[in-house]
């Protein structure tokens, strides 16, 4: 039974996911302060927020049961993202469900700065009539600028343009050819803000967006350009804005999210050029209902199936492509397990390279599964999550490479380990059939084998002479233990052999030891898959 929590309150809706699933426990409330977090996080195995509720580092490290995050919304910044993933946690958001309310908000934002809605609403109210005061402008014939062009910019856009505004993008993890695919304009940071009437931002918070928009960036902008953010908090310098709408540089701007919330900076509040929203762009009856929906199916599938969709710091899939690269997942980590058991001297790097069709498929979930199940066999606590920064903090040096190289067989992985001394031990595997897959081992070292990845092997490297694997034979005899398969090769007659034998049970120090003390025998392993 997995315990779940929800600490900042759950529409209905996700609360039926759960209450569908009998081997989850679902705790709803509405507000769970720091200090009762901490005291109670420890029963659960997941835990669900939206943004009040901060995932610290404390957080992490008293959750020992915690296996998922999951965020009800878009922005991540308030869990600690490194922590969870050295702990192996997944961290999940649902980016898809509050793209049409966040992005609505942010159109009602730019039509209410053109017009001046809030300020014609005050005046009328205190029973002004100002009609001589609130003169607006167009929309149509203006130019919009996008920072981030993900989802929530690219319907904003769609929806400006509408109106017969011009739209220019900057988003570097986009390409210019799927900006042009919505009519938009790519250009550099530095042109849309020379560019751009309304400026409007749909990115994360980070060491390259906080402050993006401070004195200097506006002194490059057009006199009377009018900015809007309803992303995160910081991304604009408020009090940088603040002094600049004094100055008469920007007409207006719109904020629907802060540094900290509530509001803190009370300059914002003094000018009616000036839009305050209290972080409601994803607050519709629609929005709450959705996130709640996709947050809940998210760690239900994690927790029951294993299964990682939106995640932070792992690599999802949809259900086509994790039925394509689940069984190379699932092979890369006995892969590399085995390396681990037989590499030899302090391994600093680790080579893997992916041929075939693998070059085809995006290997992260592939290399991570590998790198998992090297660090496995001497690290506790690793998984898919954090195997590459606990790699990196083990100081272990991680190489990947994707070829469409055919050398024999549809896909090949090999895994190289190499020591201090600059010695190499490798594996190599391949996975055939396309219905029926068969996992094999097909390569130790530079040798040829065939060998069923599953129970207990014995990797043998040998003299090739007469009289040795009979040896070997007659001491797992002796021992009750029986050989179910063998495979051997040699590279040149009377000098080296390997052998890897599949055996019915694991051999217990002594029957290894004799082995290893046996004539000709220079390496022996008893690997455990």
């Not at 009437?197 to 990115?203: E, K, M, P, S, W």
């Not at 992260?364 to 195997?387: H, M």
């Amino acid at each position: 039974m997995y315990k779940v929590i929800v600490t900042d309150g759950m529409a209905p809706a996700g609360v039926e996911v759960f209450e569908k699933c009998p081997d989850i426990e679902l705790d709803v409330r509405k507000s769970v302060d720091a200090d009762e977090l901490l005291k109670i996080i420890p029963e659960y195995d997941g835990i669900i927020i939206r943004s009040a509720t901060k995932v610290t580092e404390e957080v992490i490290n008293t959750g020992k049961k915690l296996k998922a995050v999951g965020r009800a919304g878009v922005g991540v910044d308030n869990v600690d993202i490194k922590t969870a993933s050295r702990h192996g946690i997944v961290v999940m958001n649902t980016p898809q469900a509050n793209t049409i309310s966040t992005a609505e908000h942010t159109i009602a934002m730019i039509f209410s700065l053109a017009r001046r809605i809030p300020e014609a609403d005050a005046y009328m109210k205190k029973g002004e009539w100002a009609k001589k005061k609130l003169k607006g402008v167009e929309l149509y014939g203006k130019t919009l600028g996008v920072i981030g062009y993900g989802k929530i910019g690219r319907w904003v856009a769609k929806v400006c343009q509408s109106v017969g505004m011009k739209v220019i993008a900057y988003d570097p993890m986009i390409s210019d050819d799927k900006v042009r695919e919505t009519d938009a304009t790519p250009v550099a940071l530095a042109e849309l803000f020379k560019q751009s009437d309304f400026i409007t931002v749909h990115t994360p918070v980070n060491n390259e967006t906080r402050n993006m928009i401070n004195k200097d960036t506006i002194a490059t902008m057009k006199d009377g350009v009018r900015l809007v953010n309803c992303a995160r908090g910081g991304i604009i310098n408020e009090d940088d804005l603040c002094d600049a709408i004094e100055s008469g540089k920007v007409a207006g701007a719109a904020f629907d999210v802060f540094p900290k919330e509530p509001n803190q900076n009370k300059r914002l509040e003094t000018y009616s050029q000036i839009i305050l929203t209290p972080h409601i762009a994803a607050s519709t009856g629609e929005a709450q209902s959705k996130v709640g929906v996709e947050v809940a199916e998210e760690m239900v599938d994690y927790l029951l199936n294993g299964s990682i969709s939106n995640a932070i710091n792992a690599t999802a899939m949809g259900e086509e492509e994790r039925k394509q690269i689940l069984p190379f997942v699932e092979f890369g980590s006995q892969l590399g397990s085995i390396l681990a058991q037989v590499a030899y001297g302090d391994v600093k790097s680790i080579r893997i390279v992916c041929e075939g069709t693998l070059n085809n498929v995006d290997i992260t979930p592939v290399t991570r599964a590998i790198i998992s199940g090297v660090l496995s066999y001497n690290v506790d606590g690793v998984n898919q999550v954090n195997a590459e920064l606990m790699a990196e903090e083990q100081g272990l040096k991680i190489e990947k490479i994707k070829s469409s190289n055919v050398k024999g067989y549809t896909n090949f992985i090999r895994v190289e380990a190499i020591n201090e001394k600059g010695e190499m031990n490798s594996v190599g595997g391949t996975i055939f059939g396309e219905k029926h897959q068969h996992p094999r081992i097909v390569r130790i070292n530079d040798f040829h084998v065939d060998v069923i990845s599953e129970g207990y092997l014995l990797i043998l490297v040998h003299k090739d002479a007469p009289g040795i694997i009979g040896k070997i034979g007659t001491i797992l005899g002796n021992a009750d233990i029986n050989i179910c398969r063998m495979t051997c090769d040699r590279l040149t007659a009377g000098e080296i052999n390997v052998g890897a034998f599949g055996i019915n049970k694991c051999m217990g120090e002594k029957v290894l030891e004799d082995i290893k003390n046996t004539e000709g025998i220079m390496q022996a392993h008893c690997v455990s898959l």
